[in-house]
């Protein structure tokens, strides 16, 4: 960990695009790239142009293998595949490590042989093998590399490093395609079925994997690398406590109250807003049915409630009121509730909505006001939409719609707008209308 820790400082997140060459061949390196979510290939080129693939690097490698064997340049072209991450060190610095840290060395020659292993294998692939083999075995490293089932990755890229024409990658890509094994569009390939690939693949993707994994497995094996991995493992523990107190101390104060229900609907465990709420202590909870705390009128709707959130159809919520306390009024809360990972517990999250409550049924009660005046006009009167609409109209036209409808009167009635005293705020789309009664 303290090499890490030393490494780190010299470590830049930097973006790779696809097509961006990083190192062309010959030219002296500045920089090594550790791709994390991106894939990068070494590509030889012959006099007349023509190119190919000699291996990939994913996020299992590094991009200037040769300052681990002592040289400063590369005798081929380093070329970004699939767009992504990758963190990049100055060369010099990276050579400097490896002369100080036995275990960055012992990682580094690992992945030239795991290397070397690809680019011989490459060989017997283009020899023996069909493109369409050829093109699941690319398909599958990148989707390795990148973590993704979308690669974005265009047909001439990739016959550029098979080596092949575009037509054939097209021609391939089709049978995929029509196999339910990919889908291809403008510039994306999207991976439906690893496994159908994985079968259509020739051997030369089992074998490389399964040498590199080797590899890297006797590495792990050693008693050096083990007792460094061990003390990584004991300070990453360290880490996740402290990791742990922070989430702890948010889930403690945060303004809405956590309540965890074993399958009896008891209380197990709730945060300082969730026992203020149920006006309990924390330190002397005793399993106690959360619909005790719940009015008898809500009571049963919540003990449905809970029911089905414990057969995992799906996240819902409910509305109950908590009944009132020593310390505070009836308050009204919110329930969203959820199964924790092993479906043992009801976790819930309870928020307090008393306040938008009463302010619902004072607008509920003016309207209904507002509502009983108009219903006691003596003029007649209706209210429109912004189209014209009739949507609504008080008794005295009502009493009288027969013979408006019959006479085709209502529309030629003259009409003044309603006092402003009988429009409600919420409804400010409504025209009203009326007339006196003639």
Partial sequence: MSHYARLSEHLK??????????????????????????????????????SSELAMTGRDGMVGVSLVLGSGSMNHRAVVQCAGQAYRMPADVFQAELTRCRELQQLALCYVQSLITQMSQSIVCVAHHSVIERLCYWLLFNQDAVCSDQLNVTHETIANMLGVRRESITQALGKLQSAGLVSSGRGKIHIRDRDGLAESVCECFSLVCTETRRLYERLERLPDFAEDAHLQDMQAGEQDHALLHKYQDAYDFAPVGFVSLDPQGRVVQTNLAGAIMLDIQRSQRTLSPLADFIAPADRASFLNFHQEVLSGKCRRYCEVTLCATAHRAEMVVRIDATLDEMGDECRLVMIDVTEEKKIAAQELALERQQQERLARQPFMLWFKDPQGRLVSANASLLEDWQHFAQDAALEKIDVQRMPMTFFHPSVPGLMAEATKST
């Fill in 13 to 50: 997140p930097v973006h790779l695009t696809a097509g961006q060459v990083i190192c062309e061949s010959g030219a002296s390196l500045e920089f090594v790239y550790f791709p994390t979510t991106c894939t990068t290939s070494l590509v030889s080129h012959t006099a007349d142009g023509d």
